[in-house]
């Protein structure tokens, strides 16, 4: 997991200046400023200039500025939209239905240039990449690889399910594999993985909670939203405990005790405890640290 905690990830519409003024007051780890699907064919235009000027204009306090732009094709809209939005000097810029390594590394290029130019720091801008079709999950191993700006993951488990012919359920077993495939690639390259948004929005929050749960325990590190509503419970969930992380301190504890002694698999609270056990306490170190908490 990066420095930059990223539990909760909120879409908004880049056209709508209200909903984005509304963002703005809900502490959440970062925005993702809409130019794909949240906005209409015939706004795009006007979503560029409504978001650039937000970006300039409004305190997004602690909040990460990420913008969405269009697909990464032939003919397409995203170019449009970098040069639409880049005045606005937002922290990055996500991707969607990534399906090659060329992709991602044509926008790093194009932020190489725009950095070079207004002799801003190399790594300026950041990248993510959301994977949700069929060919990008195949090619997840070149994807995650791609550039050095990438700084995580996104799972897409609807536009996935739609490329595929699936039909979703409930349980999600018909994305059960391409969502373990993004979190272990993420992992495996050291980037963040943010799981697909829950896009229920009737009844009460437990089914949203327990899919986030469900993803915390794949290894997540995130989640997108897709309404304010949604911030709290997902970024809760994704910050450990004050028992979470007192157990991991005494576990950690515990391993740094038996190590000056010379042993190596140990018994700790009546459990077996050995290496793995002991990385997986420090993550939780790791992310309390990310999340502002003492550890």
């Known amino acids: 997991m990066s420095a930059q905690v990223r539990r909760a990830l909120l879409f908004i519409p880049g056209d709508d200046r209200h909903k984005i ?8 780890d970062a925005v993702i400023l809409d130019l794909e699907d949240g906005v209409a064919l015939n706004r795009k235009k006007e979503a560029r200039l409504t978001l650039s ?3 300039r204009e409004l305190d997004f306090g602690r909040s990460e500025r990420w913008v969405r732009i269009n697909p990464v094709i032939e003919g397409g809209l995203h170019l449009d939209d ?3 939005t880049i005045s606005g000097m937002p922290d990055g810029y996500v991707i969607p239905k990534v399906e090659r390594a060329d992709q991602i590394q044509s926008v790093s290029d194009y932020l190489t240039h725009v950095e070079r130019k207004a002799d801003l720091s190399d790594g300026h801008f950041r990248l993510l990449a959301i994977v949700e079709t069929a060919l990008g999950i195949v090619n997840l191993k070149a994807i995650a690889s791609a550039d050095w700006r990438l700084a995580g993951l996104i799972f897409g488990a609807e536009d996935l399910a739609g490329d595929m012919g699936a039909r979703r359920t409930p349980d999600g077993w018909e994305v059960f594999y391409a969502r373990s495939a993004v979190v272990l690639h993420a992992k495996a390259h050291h980037l963040d993985a943010i799981d697909t948004p829950f896009i229920n929005l009737t009844g009460d929050d437990s089914q949203l909670i ?3 749960e469900q993803a915390q325990y794949m290894g997540y590190t995130g989640k997108l939203a897709i309404h304010p509503r949604q911030v709290e419970p997902i970024q ?5 405990t004050a028992d979470e992380i007192d157990a991991a301190q005494r576990l950690i504890a515990a391993f740094e005790t038996h190590q000056a002694a ?3 698999v140990f018994q700790f609270e009546g459990r077996m405890a050995e290496m793995p056990m002991v990385r997986a306490a420090q993550q939780v170190i790791a992310r309390a640290r990310a999340a502002g908490l003492s550890g």
């Open 21 to 28: 003024e509304k963002g703005v007051g809900l502490d959440v």
């Open 210 to 212: 327990a899919q986030t």
């Open 236 to 240: 809760r969930i994704f910050t450990p």
């Open 82 to 84: 970098l040069d639409g």
């Open 262 to 264: 010379g042993t190596g």
């Open 53 to 55: 000027a937000a970006l």
